[in-house]
């Protein structure tokens, strides 16, 4: 039987108090060493959450 055909659903059901796009906005710029060690995630992030930061100048020297 797969895993995907069960149907589960929470216990207890919990609100998220802020909106997605505010904790996005939130997220402090992603760091220049960790995007040399992970340009897919770091490329991935900055897609989500554009902004300038010395981690596009890493992505882009790579």
């Not at 609100?15 to 997605?20: F, G």
């Not at 906005?25 to 992030?45: K, M, T």
């Amino acid at each position: 039987m797969a895993f995907d055909s069960v149907a589960c659903t929470p216990a207890i059901q919990t609100a998220i108090a802020t909106a997605t796009a505010a904790l996005i906005d939130a997220f402090e710029a992603p760091c220049p060493i960790w995007a040399a060690e992970n340009p897919d995630r770091a490329l991935a992030l900055l897609f989500v959450a554009p902004r300038d930061c010395a981690a596009v100048d890493v992505l882009v020297s790579l």
